[in-house]
């Protein structure tokens, strides 16, 4: 099975290290160069939306996938056209704007924060005397780990948030007093059979994941069902084939849908070594037309992932319990060049190792 990806970074490269396993090449397209799947697959290094070179692409592949959203919907449509690709297109469109996302859920009845749409400062000024502050000013599209994101905690702070974003679409949100961040992986196949993962719980620095705990503690069974009911409603609106995560506030024992990724996800590296079979694996599993793999956790796990500068890597393998992952890219300010899962029976031993190993992690790691 000779499988195209969109994209050439970790999520890439993490697809390519489960889907080798089971007998599939890997292929991608990736505009930057060096890339973490140079070493992984074939690279066609081209732009996303360079006609011959998604000629050159698609050529000899059974299917294509992606790991990167924002790959143009004329490329992913045109490809679309000449052989499968999962998850559809229709998936990108949904995720890639988040008032579009915002509407999609709400047509799912999936509960969202209050949102308002913003396209001049007229709608941000009525936007934020009806939702009150602290309210949360985002760009509809491209806007990843908290970029393109203005938090107002002030009416005065209206004119500094548009100077600041208002050249984009925008959406402004309420700003969600959650207990807790979560979220669920989701997969799906070509016959419409789905699995789901366990919540997690995520620790955001800045915008950006820094730790998810997996399972999440303390999650009743009506919560849990109540992700599933809602991811599994999206992927079934969509038709989707394979992976899709879907981020969560939880608030007062309820969940409010922050956003989705047609992706497999970082909240879901813990499942490299804390579940039967990872979220990669399933992906690809998903994409090759074989039956879903199980997603029950083995365990505990907590994921930490490593920004910008790189624990002593001896010191980290020393410790039990304890899988590291890097991504082969250059190390950069806030830049995600690897993760670390701890995976054992225990809750306390785990946590107690992920705090020894987070004491090793050099001062200028963590977001930029
Ligand atoms: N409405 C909100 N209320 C409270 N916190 C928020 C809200 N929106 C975003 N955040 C915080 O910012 C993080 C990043 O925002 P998110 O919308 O997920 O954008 P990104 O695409 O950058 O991941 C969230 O995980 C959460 O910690
Ligand atoms: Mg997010």
Redesign the pocket.
């Known amino acids: 099975m000779n499988i195209g990806i969109l994209g050439g970074g970790q999520l890439g490269r993490m697809l390519a290290l489960a889907g080798v396993p089971l007998g599939a090449r890997f292929r991608f397209l990736e505009p930057r160069s060096p890339a973490p799947v140079d070493s992984i697959g074939q690279v066609v290094r081209a732009e996303y939306d360079d006609a011959a070179a998604l000629e050159r692409f698609r050529e000899g592949l059974d299917v294509v996938s992606y790991e990167f959203e924002n790959v143009p919907d004329a490329s992913a449509r045109y490809l679309a056209e000449v052989i499968e690709v999962f998850p559809p297109p229709a998936a990108l469109e949904f995720a890639r704007d988040r008032a579009n996302e915002k509407r999609g859920f709400g047509r799912l009845d999936v509960p969202v924060?209050p949102w308002r749409s913003v396209d001049s400062l007229e709608d941000l000024r009525r936007g934020v005397s009806e939702l009150g502050v602290p309210a949360?000013l985002?760009t509809r599209r491209l806007?990843?780990?908290?970029?393109?994101?203005f938090v107002l905690t002030s009416h005065d702070d209206v004119a500094r948030a548009w100077e600041d974003l208002g050249s984009s679409p925008l959406v402004l949100?309420?700003?969600?007093d959650?207990d807790r961040?979560l979220s669920i992986v989701g997969v799906r196949a070509r016959d419409g059979s789905t699995a789901f993962y366990p919540l997690v719980e995520?620790t955001?620095r800045s915008?950006v994941l820094v730790r998810t705990e997996a399972p999440a503690e303390g999650v009743s069974a009506g919560l849990q069902a109540a992700a599933e009911a809602y991811i599994g409603a999206i992927m079934e609106s969509l038709d989707y084939v394979g992976v899709l995560a879907l981020?969560l506030?939880e608030v007062d024992g309820g969940l409010l849908a922050?956003?989705v990724a047609p992706r497999v996800h970082n909240s879901g590296h813990w499942t490299q070594d804390g579940a039967d079979t990872c979220q990669f694996e399933n992906h690809v599993r998903a994409l090759m037309n074989l039956p879903i793999g199980s997603t029950a956790a083995r365990g505990y796990s907590v994921m930490l992932n490593l920004l910008g500068a790189l624990p002593p890597l001896g010191a980290v393998a020393a410790e039990p319990l304890t899988h590291l992952h890097l991504y082969d890219k250059a190390p950069r300010p806030g830049r995600k060049i690897g993760h670390i899962n701890v995976v054992g029976p225990d809750r306390a031993e785990v946590s107690q190792t992920a705090a020894r190993l987070e004491a090793l992690f050099p001062p200028e790691s963590g977001p930029a």
């Open positions: 924060p949360v985002k806007g990843y780990d908290g970029k393109g994101q949100e309420g700003f969600v959650f961040e995520n955001h915008g981020e506030f922050n956003e």
